[in-house]
T-cell receptor
């Protein structure tokens, strides 16, 4: 079955630095991959979608890469701020309308 | 984008009872999805709810335990039946904007079974 792995350890970084989160997947070749942000007590909020034929996607301070050979996506937040502290989820499609999610990586940005 | 109103936001329930979670969407959608998120775990899809037909359940989830209603294109409910402490989790409803687009989520229901 499809499997998504994200670093379960929290990532602690200093304000202003770049945060890099990793998402690895196995047993599937998704047509696209997504990243979501989840704050405590809230549902996930969509951030970025990258398609299999795209190597990189940017949105403001966010950058996502997608390496279909390595089966890996990297999610970068540049010039990080304490407000960026949250859990970030990687998700991929399984065909049709279903989406499966990784467990997420908790990011803490210290002022 | 879509706005999803989910309620209750949280509840504490006695074991053996049932809780019904409601999701209201501000637009008509064909498919709605129900997820469970246990502490520190990923979102796990429970079932897909289509209007006018029975929900499609994922492996490990059954209709008797998680009955779902989908009476129209803007509303769905999930019932967690005969609850036990193992059902303590966050339950989320979701909809998709379509293939190759993002998913939208309700704010979730934090359920604690005592």
């Amino acid at each position: 079955s499809q499997k998504i792995e994200q670093n379960s350890e929290a990532l602690n970084i200093q304000e202003g630095k770049t945060a890099t989160l990793t998402c690895n997947y196995t047993n599937y070749s998704p047509a696209y991959l997504q990243w979501y942000r989840q704050d405590p007590g809230r549902g996930p909020v969509f951030l970025l979608l990258i398609r299999e034929n795209e190597k990189e996607k940017r949105k403001e301070r966010l950058k996502v890469t997608f390496d279909t050979t390595l089966k890996q996506s990297l999610f970068h937040i540049t010039a990080s701020q304490p407000a960026d502290s949250a859990t970030y989820l990687c998700a991929l499609d399984t065909g049709g309308f279903k989406t499966i999610f990784g467990a997420g990586t908790r990011l803490f940005v210290k002022a | 984008s879509a706005v999803i109103s989910q309620k209750p936001s949280r509840d504490i329930c006695q074991r053996g009872t049932s809780l019904t979670i409601q999701c209201q969407v501000d637009s008509q959608v064909t498919m709605m999805f129900w997820y469970r998120q246990q502490p520190g775990q990923s979102l796990t899809l429970i079932a897909t709810a289509n209007q006018g037909s029975e929900a499609t359940y994922e492996s490990g989830f059954v209709i008797d335990k998680f009955p779902i209603s989908r009476p129209n294109l803007t509303f769905s409910t999930l019932t967690v039946s005969n609850m036990s402490p193992e059902d303590s989790s966050i339950y989320l409803c979701s909809l998709s904007g379509g293939q190759n687009t993002e998913a939208f989520f309700g704010q979730g229901t934090r359920l604690t079974v005592v």
